[in-house]
């Protein structure tokens, strides 16, 4: 969503200035977005210029220094001035505790069980892995919102797996519990794709 009627200037020629003032533009908006500490929950991923010369600014969003999956917000400038948002973002978490209580080896070994269940698994060897720039299932940290809904943040892994050759999925493990979130085939391909998460009732449905 766009955050128009909010305009602040910069000085065109410094780095620090202009991201300064994507800082108190948020500032400025911060009680809209429900965002307590924009210059700690949003750090900046890269800024370009388009065929316009307008200025845009990507920033990511994370929690005590946590990323905030999903939460990636623009913002645009032009003639020296920062004057609109857009993205996706959640207010700040509410989150008290943030020590796992799963180490990410347990996390991944939950990621690998839950994908075995749902397609062919084979230990790639060396040379497989060469081909592939692949060197083992990777996972992260993250705080994340199960469908995107507020209500649903959680303390979560979240781990990519190769299970062989062709496939490349994705799971969402609780960092809580170890328990199953998400997880889903994210292989380019023209055909249907397999996904698992939780119904409303808490019941796993594929």
């Known amino acids: 969503e766009?955050?128009?009627?909010?305009?602040?200037?910069?000085?065109?020629?410094?780095v620090q200035s202009r991201l300064e003032a994507c800082y108190d533009y948020i500032g400025e908006i911060k009680k809209a977005m429900l965002i307590k500490d924009p210059e700690n929950e949003f750090k900046s991923l890269s800024s370009w210029n388009d065929e316009l010369n307008m200025s845009h600014y990507k920033m990511q969003q994370y929690y005590q220094g946590i990323k905030v999956y999903g939460g990636q917000i623009i913002l645009h400038g032009t003639d020296g001035m920062i004057n609109k948002i857009n993205g996706t973002y959640f207010p700040t978490p509410e989150l008290t505790d943030l020590?796992?209580?799963?180490?990410?080896?347990?996390?991944?070994?939950a990621a690998v069980n839950e994908i075995s269940q749902s397609t062919y698994y084979k230990e790639l060897d060396d040379n497989n892995k060469a081909f592939l720039d692949y060197t083992g299932p990777e996972s992260e940290l993250i705080i994340y919102h199960d469908s995107r809904k507020l209500e649903s943040e959680q303390l979560a892994y979240r781990i990519e797996v190769r299970p062989n050759m062709v496939q490349h999925w994705v799971a969402y493990i609780d960092a809580k519990n170890g328990s199953l979130i998400e997880k889903y085939n994210m292989t380019c391909s023209d055909g249907p794709a397999t996904a698992q998460a939780q119904d409303l009732n808490g019941q796993s449905q594929t």
């Not at 766009?2 to 410094?14: C, N, V």
């Not at 020590?99 to 080896?105: A, G, L, Y």
Request: hydrophobic share 25%.
């Open 2 to 14: 766009s955050k128009p009627g909010t305009e602040l200037y910069f000085d065109g020629k410094s």
């Open 99 to 109: 020590i796992p209580s799963f180490s990410e080896k347990q996390a991944i070994e």
